[in-house]
């Protein structure tokens, strides 16, 4: 009886759960009794999920009202002052400083005194505001192509861009490799044409021009009211309204009435938007096709849905620097642009070789934040970071996937250029900064629970080398620390020592680029520095197969060295995405395995300086053979010293030639001058591929050889009275003329009997 009660109790519970269960799950019997047991477990889940519906609005309302974007341009098309006008607007400043006031205040995004001397900007500082309740990260992008890198490290952790456009100067070069960028990082943007106010400005012809130079599907979602001097408001298409901005900084925006001389315009370009809207987007083509009516609200959700599906781009206007048209852009921002949960993120799970793994973005998830920027700033290093998913709250600890380090957050801030707040804790999507975490630029963090890196980023190899040391040698430890941070933050900027004269050799992408460092370590370390002229990454690669056949023996008493190896080398198909090949093709045991290494090492250390000029050898592949060895003698010392001295046997054999950096410059000239430009850049050896007429300025693109082009901004401004202007960017590495290879062997030959 006893044994019977004691089972009753477990029994009518049983019961009571089972009937419960299987009345609200309406389960088979069976399935039911197979998960009897479970279904305590199975009820406070839906709980849990109950909760969770409860609680998913905080963060859903939270993540809807929040927008990461970027503002990048051609240099001078007028983006930090339209950041400036955002701040202004968005109350985060009381003031305007223009970029290069009179004032020598400076822009609040160009931090650095180096920036507001130069007027140009070159770290993409990160500052958040509000605009209608909603929470916007704007990171300020240099427009200077040199500082690619930084633009492409912004663009890796944004989810939306403003492409500014100048209605002057049009689609320029740097408004392409920009827009290539954003393309590349698969970024939602909208274009905004600056400068109306000024003489020429021509929005019609810009929005041509981002058609064909671009390839952008794009209409205009606003049109201006007047031009030059008499801008004096914009009309949106959308909402058919027309807006003036009053008031001493354009803070009051007057909502109007269509002007009547402006209505057959307005039909036309409006009918024009919702064409191109509806050639990307079914649901508005059905109303199109139908003639029915388009309401504002449907062709502002058709222009939303295609313009994240980055199959649109929506044109807006206006002149930052007259404060016209910038609330409306804010606007615009909010209702086209995605906010971080429409945008798909993707990282690469470690621990399934790289696979790739989709971020839903959710604050749920476990932590994955990407360092995306590093500051030295007052308190140390400061990191910069995007919150893919999950919650970052101040004394947790974090784990760097990168090096394997675990760290705790000591201090979590939001950033306003150089200014900062201390918060909490930051959920997915936002953009942070934390204090005294050490690690460089591209590391993925995470809670420890997985193993997720962000994709790894483009760095493109340095082009331009220069020779620095410190004037003092007291100063030798700032020089240093100074290189070690520059480093750190920036992955194109190289240093390097010269194993044969000692030098410091700093690497990176082009005149400025190094210019602006050398500069800074003088500003920011008080150390002054001498440069050395300017030294061009010259390669050499090999044309033709050739055998190598090397035995290495050496005998002075004692265990000597021996060492036979056989085999040839060959180039590498053009396009091969590897620089250096070595493989193993012995068959049998000529040479132990375990001395294969040290060949492989003693090729790779050979391969770093040809023996035509000493700089590194590419596109080479190394194919080993065959081989001896002794029992005795043998050692991994001996092989790599075999491997070297038959890479530099077979070297000259195989028909060396020097490879010299060529880079893809456009020009932009008055057309009076386009004859003499044009012969100089034939004398500096270059090669025009293409030559347009953008009103009475010729825009020459030329494929020139990067050891041409020093100094050749003065010339050029010398040649066309300081009119003209040129960019420049790495296009190619490819073999020099035969003059000029014996002219550069010749003075390598010269400069080591020199020394």
Known sequence: MARFQRFTVPRLLYTFYFTKTTASYSRSPAAALLLGNFEVRHFSAGNAARAKADKEPWWKESMDRLRNIGISAHIDSGKTTLTERILYYTGRIHEIHEVRGRDGVGAKMDSMDLEREKGITIQSAATYCTWKDYKINIIDTPGHVDFT??????????????????????????????????????????????????????????????????????????????????????????????????????????????????EAIVTEKRRELVEMV????????????????????????????????????????????????????????????????????????????????????????????????????????????????????????????????????????????????????????????????????????????????????????????????????????????????????????????????????????????????????????????????????????????????????????GQGQYGRVCGYVEPLPPGSPIKFEFENMIVGQAIPSNFIPAIEKGFKEAANSGSLIGHPVENIRIVLTDGASHAVDSSELAFKLAAIYAFRQCYNAARPVILEPIMLVELKVPTEFQGTVAGDINKRKGVIVGNDQDGDDSVITANVPLNNMFGYSTALRSMTQGKGEFTMEYKEHSPVSQDVQVQLVNTHKANKAAE
Not at 209 to 217: I, N, P, T
């Open 278 to 557: 509806s050639e990307v987007d079914d649901k508005l083509a059905e109303g199109f096709l139908n003639d029915e009516p388009i309401s504002s609200a449907d062709l502002e959700e058709a222009i939303r849905r295609a313009t994240i599906a980055r199959k649109f781009v929506p044109v807006f206007m206006g002149s930052a620097f007259k404060n016209k048209g910038v609330q409306p852009l804010l606007d615009g921002v909010l209702s086209y642009l995605p906010c971080p949960i429409e945008v798909s993120n993707y990282a690469l799970d470690q621990t399934k070789n790289e696979e790739k793994v989709m971020l839903p973005g959710t604050p749920d998830g476990p932590l994955v934040a990407l360092a995306f920027k590093l500051e030295e700033g007052r308190f140390g290093q400061l990191t910069y970071l995007r919150v893919y998913e999950g919650v970052i709250r101040k004394g947790d600890f974090i784990v760097n996937i990168n090096t394997g380090k675990k760290i705790k957050v000591p201090r979590l801030v939001r950033m306003h250029s150089d200014e900062m707040e201390d918060i909490q804790e930051a959920h997915a999507g936002q953009i942070v900064a934390v204090f005294g975490v050490d690690c460089a630029s591209g590391d993925t963090f995470t809670n420890g629970s997985v193993k997720y890196t962000m994709t790894s980023m483009n760095v493109p190899e340095p082009v331009m080398s220069l020779a620095v040391q410190p004037v003092s040698k007291d100063s030798g430890g700032q020089f240093s620390k100074a290189l070690n941070r520059f480093q750190r933050e920036d992955p194109t900027f190289r240093v390097g020592l010269d194993a044969e004269s000692g030098q410091t050799i700093i690497s990176g992408m082009g005149e400025l680029h190094l210019d602006i460092y050398v500069e800074r370590i003088r500003r920011e370390y008080k150390v002054d520095a001498t440069v050395g002229k300017p030294r061009v990454n010259f390669r050499e690669t090999i044309t033709q197969r050739a055998e190598f056949d090397y035995l290495h023996k050496k005998q002075s008493g």
């Open 149 to 262: 890198i930084e633009v492409e490290r912004a663009l890796r952790v944004l989810d939306g861009a403003i492409l500014v456009l100048c209605s002057v100067g049009g689609v320029q070069s740097q408004s392409i490799t920009v827009d290539r960028q954003m393309r590349r990082y698969e970024v939602p943007r909208l274009a905004f044409i600056n400068k109306l106010d000024r003489m020429g400005a021509d929005p019609w012809k810009v929005l041509n021009q981002a058609r064909s130079k671009l390839r952008h599907h794009s209409a205009a979602v606003q049109v201006p009211i007047g031009l030059e001097e008499n801008f004096q408001g914009l009309i949106d298409l959308v909402q058919l309204k027309a807006y003036y901005f009053h008031g001493s900084s354009g803070e009051k925006v007057v909502v109007g009435e269509i002007p009547s001389n402006m």
